[in-house]
């Protein structure tokens, strides 16, 4: 039988790969800011180590301050200007295309070389693809300070209207997802008593 720590680890993954599925498995583009992504990859598997760490800090001046300092560390991260993007569940043509429509919509003139779009005043957008997982990374370097969140609102307007077709990745995650947590989640019921009490010993 599986102990509860292995379980504890199991199901954050399970929950990753599960939300990694349906981001993958929607009928159109999900457009995802860098931060956002990197935030539920960190987030989700952060949440394995979660019952360690109270139990090894507990509600202590430590680790207040390092759940203070996450707070404001997530905070600064979102309120920055963007300037990478994930697009979800797009081919590498479709990509290009959405990008070349978004920066046209904002009236921003552009000179493409392969997967590279040159801005005026040196700026550049680099389009990179990953065919396996039928994704596409899309990062701003230069340009106005303003230029991120304008082409940002023009893109996620352009993807709406794209519709995809199904993503054998997306399944194949879901599928994954699913096998990691039938187990565990059967071993847990099992065990629903043990986990009360480890619950109710990490309360203060």
Known sequence: ???LSVIGIILPVAGYFL????LNSRSRPQLLRTSEDMLLLVGSLGLAFVPT???QIGATA???TIAAATIIGVWRLAARQPTAWVIYNLSA??????????LTTIGVQYHRR???FLLPDGGRLVVRCFPLLRNASVRLKGGPPAL???FETALSETLSAVQTDANPAGAACVLAATAMLIVPTMLAAQRAGEIVRLISDLLP
Request: glycine residues 14%.
């Open 1 to 3: 039988m599986l102990p």
């Open 19 to 22: 939300v990694l599925g349906l």
């Open 53 to 55: 760490a109270v139990q």
């Open 62 to 64: 430590t680790g207040w």
């Open 93 to 102: 043509e479709s990509a290009h295309q959405a990008v070349s429509k978004a």
């Open 114 to 116: 392969g997967s590279r």
């Open 148 to 150: 991120g969140r304008r």
